[in-house]
């Protein structure tokens, strides 16, 4: 297991500590302030298709003079924004926000999508928020449909008396149900889930940098809050902004021409660039295992020792999996998913996903004959 030192100092300049070991998940020194109940985040960041300066087709036809570029640099990342309403979302899609989101590759974590990072940081800063205040009731978070209705099931228990620890518990359970909702996502991509009505999001499902990324997100997010950096929104967009940067500096992210130069290693095993966004096999290889104990998917070639990411399922004797779940419930949308019963956890995620990676090797060997 690999522990990182500190972050750089940000708001309170408090150091934050990044211990990425499950063993010893790190606790908050003392309950800090906290921002009232946040808004579910709803905005569409950009999530970027595998490979660069990739040209769109709609309705079958190409799109003329549309390129998207897709890399970014840690100097181009922009400032933070955490996702409340959609109108936030549509900025930030049409370059108009004030973030700047893409995939750059580092040497110690291979290609990170930031959108996929900012994106589970702020659901699990949404979870926390709802959370902390009925820590030990029964209580569900409805986020709405994705294939199926998406629910967040927390159970009654009897919390630790410790103000301190029942913050830090809340903290780890929080990161723990947001990244199921980001493993979700990626099932719901390949099964046929439209953000968009007509446009397909199969291109992005299980692409070899999405869940690493996700858990990165869910990694800073509790560090910002066991480090007191979300007593307001404005707070944690600050501390968001300078912790992603840094986290990846440590990872060792390159420029952007390293990263093209990395897309250009694999284009024709990884990625097509002979295809068009959203063609669901511009994507040619695919990351199909669900877990939050992850190394980055290997790149050909990368000497650098990885960095293990994970979260703990534990803490001070306390099964999070038994405190917190998410639960997938039938929607309208779920002809392409064998039928729950009656509901999906992520104990289904790996058979789900399974069942999506057999489709895709019968589909490559179709194509090889």
């Known amino acids: 297991m690999l522990a990182w030192g500190t972050l750089a100092p940000v708001c309170a300049a408090l150091p934050l500590n990044l211990n990425l070991s499950t063993s010893a998940p790190p606790a908050a020194s003392e309950a800090w302030p906290v921002m009232s109940p946040q808004p579910q985040p709803n905005g569409l960041r950009p999530c970027c298709a595998f490979g660069y300066d990739l040209h769109a087709e709609l309705l079958g036809m190409p799109v003329p003079f549309y390129q998207l570029n897709n890399t970014v640099t840690v100097d181009e990342l922009g400032q933070h924004q955490y996702n409340d309403h959609l109108l936030t979302g549509l900025a930030n899609l049409a370059g108009l926000g004030r973030e700047n989101n893409g995939i750059l590759y580092t040497s110690r974590g291979g290609f990170i999508d930031t959108a996929h990072v900012r994106d589970t940081a702020d659901i699990t800063v949404y979870v926390f928020s709802q959370l902390l205040p009925k820590l030990g009731q029964a209580f569900t978070l409805s986020l709405g449909d994705e294939l199926a209705e998406r629910r967040l099931v927390f159970t009654a228990f009897t919390p630790p008396d410790d103000a301190a620890e029942r913050y830090s518990l809340a903290a780890w359970l929080a990161a723990h149900v947001a990244y199921q909702v980001a493993e979700w996502h990626e099932i719901a991509q390949w099964y046929g889930f439209e953000s968009v009505p007509g446009f397909s999001e199969g291109v992005s499902a299980f692409s070899p940098e999405d869940l690493y990324s996700n858990l990165l997100g869910a990694r800073l997010a509790a560090s910002l809050i066991l480090n007191g950096q979300t007593a307001s929104p404005g707070m944690y967009n600050m501390a968001m902004g300078t912790a992603l940067r840094q986290a990846l500096t440590n990872l060792g992210a390159q420029p952007a021409e390293i990263t093209r130069f990395q897309f250009d290693m694999l284009n024709g095993r990884w990625w097509s660039s002979q295809r068009r966004v959203p063609e669901k096999y511009l994507v040619l290889y695919r990351n199909f295992r669900m877990g939050d104990s992850r190394l980055p998917t290997p790149v050909p070639g990368e000497q650098t020792v990885p960095v293990h990411l994970s979260l703990p399922h ?19 949308n779920m002809a392409q998913l064998p039928p729950p019963s009656p509901y999906y956890t992520p104990k289904d995620f790996p058979s789900l996903a399974e069942r999506a990676r057999e489709q895709d090797a019968q589909r490559n060997a179709s194509r090889d004959h």
């Open 314 to 332: 534990r803490w001070k004797g306390f099964d999070l999996n038994a405190l917190g779940e998410m639960q997938l419930w039938p929607g309208d």
